[in-house]
């Protein structure tokens, strides 16, 4: 069955982040995702995992200048050092804290500005860091988001991301497939996780189009729990979705998947 990972960006939001690894810990989870890490020392985060004994199975570069409606930076064109100086820096996180996979976040594209200068700015960004991630075994990832909730994204389609991979053409790059996202762009979820098994190395879930817990809505998400299964998926399902109310009062799907183990 899948192994969820919390994500401790959405969920225990209830909770100062210092106190959000625990509360996963004790609903069950053994592993955590989230955003970003920066505004932590990694040796303070790597204590906060290791007393938890969790696992870090994903966070993001840096997603810029969030207030000028940025969203990553390593597409923007004349932007490459800063873009490189964020790959650095989310490489030593990765090392620090024993994290698998790192998602490079592109960028948006300001309407009326040339999307293929951004596409090749971000095509050199991803070799430049595939190339420093993949001597320590290190996988990268990039990920469509749907255009409700990041609008000018530089990637809304799966089929791009998909694409974009082809283009890129390291083998340490992968996609990040996050159903909720894929649900209100492309739909067809079930070719996707059949036809493009082993192209992503990374699920994400969240009920549609809410964005809540995957009980409700119109993706059947133990349909495709089981469809993972048979495809051979061995990574994490992060659970990028917002509660309804408070976590810990949404997680009954989690504890029901968890008696299955």
Request: with cysteine.
């Amino acid at each position: 069955m899948p192994e969820f990972a919390a994500n401790l960006s959405t969920q225990f939001t209830e909770l100062p982040f210092a106190e959000r690894f625990a509360a996963a810990a004790a609903a069950g989870f053994e592993a955590v995702e989230f955003l970003f890490p920066y505004d932590y020392p990694a040796e303070q985060l790597k204590q906060w995992l290791d007393e938890n004994q969790l696992q870090l199975v994903l966070f993001n570069t840096a997603p810029g200048n969030v207030a000028a409606g940025e969203w990553g930076v390593s597409a923007i064109p004349g932007r490459e050092a800063e873009a490189r100086a964020d790959i650095d820096r989310a490489l030593q996180y990765a090392l620090a804290l024993n994290c698998p996979q790192v998602h490079i976040m592109a960028a948006t594209v300001p309407p009326g500005a040339d999307r293929q200068r951004y596409v090749e700015t971000f095509i050199s960004a991803m070799r430049y860091a595939a190339e420093r991630f993949a001597p320590h075994g290190i996988n990268l990832l990039i990920e469509a988001l749907n255009p409700t909730t990041k609008p000018n994204y530089l990637y809304s389609s799966q089929y791009q991301t998909l694409e974009m991979v082809e283009q890129i053409d390291r083998p340490n790059v992968f996609t990040q497939l996050d159903l909720f996202h894929a649900q209100l762009v492309d739909g067809n979820l079930s070719h996707l996780i059949r036809h493009y098994a082993g192209r992503y190395r990374h699920v994400q879930i969240a009920s549609a189009p809410d964005r809540h817990e995957p009980d409700e809505g119109e993706i059947n998400y133990p349909w495709l729990f089981t469809l993972l299964d048979e495809v051979g998926y061995q990574g994490w399902v992060g659970c990028e979705y917002f509660p309804r109310t408070s976590t810990t009062a949404g997680l009954g799907w989690f504890a029901r998947w968890r008696t299955r183990r």
